[in-house]
Each structure stands twice: as structure tokens, then as C-alpha cells.
């Protein structure tokens, strides 16, 4: 199985950046896409960023393009969400998300994903 650790996440301003961090372990060589979701409180979980195997392609919401940029390391078997220009509306729990089929393109809900981190805590304060 894949086990996924997430890391990074804390109390920010709003404007400051963040990185967070994803440590997959297990049977890493069955991944293909990753991927960042995040949930606020009260609201469903949303999806935030997905990256192909190879990390060529890369694939955002709306509310984060060209604030945010996921990034993997196949090498270390981690991936990276870095988050710049926080707004208060960014705040929620952050998770990352692994699946070892080989879909056609990232997968965009949280069905297509079989492995999740625990979470790690995003708040932007003003």
C-alpha cells in the first residue's frame, strides 16, 4: 500500500507564502497522479491541484491559478504544493491525495484518489 505524510502546513498573514509538503512511502512505484484537496470548515472537501506522474502537467481550481504550484519529486517520492498570496479564504485543512491508476488525465475529485495524508492545518489571518 502507499502511506502519505503531509507537512508544512501553519498560522500565516494574508499576502504571506506557504509551502506544504507530501512524503509518500510504501509501494511508491504504483503511483501515478497526486494531488491537493483542502476542506474548510462546514464545507465539502475541494479539490485544489493535481500533477501528473511525471510532473509535466499540472492542473488547478480556479480560486488558486497563478497563486499556487504543485510540483513532485519523483526522486524523493514527495510532492509540493507552494502557495503564495494567501487570502483569508485559502484557510481550511490541506490533504494530500495519491492514486496508482493510470488514469488519461489528473483526476479532478476525490473518487479518483485511493490514498490520503492526514491533513496538515492552512490558516490565513488578516
Known amino acids: 500500500q502507499v502511506q502519505l505524510v503531509e507537512s508544512g502546513g501553519g498560522l500565516v498573514q494574508a499576502g504571506d507564502s506557504l509551502k506544504l509538503s507530501c512524503a509518500a512511502s510504501?509501494?511508491?512505484?504504483?503511483?501515478?497522479?497526486m494531488g491537493w484537496f483542502r476542506q474548510a470548515p462546514g464545507k465539502e472537501r475541494e479539490f485544489v491541484a493535481a500533477?501528473?506522474?511525471?510532473?509535466?502537467?499540472?492542473s488547478y481550481v480556479d480560486s488558486v491559478k497563478g497563486r499556487f504550484t504543485i510540483s513532485r519529486d519523483n526522486a524523493k517520492d514527495t510532492v509540493y504544493l507552494q502557495m503564495n498570496s494567501l487570502k483569508l479564504e485559502d484557510t481550511a485543512v490541506y490533504f494530500c491525495?495519491?492514486?496508482?491508476?493510470?488514469?488519461?488525465?489528473?483526476?479532478?475529485?476525490?473518487?479518483?484518489?485511493?490514498?490520503w495524508g492526514q491533513g496538515t492545518q492552512v490558516t490565513v489571518s488578516s
Open positions: 491525495a495519491a492514486t496508482t491508476t493510470n488514469y488519461w488525465s489528473p483526476p479532478l475529485t476525490a473518487n479518483g484518489y485511493g490514498y
Open positions: 500533477v501528473s506522474p511525471s510532473g509535466g502537467i499540472a
Open positions: 510504501g509501494r511508491t512505484f504504483r503511483i501515478y497522479y
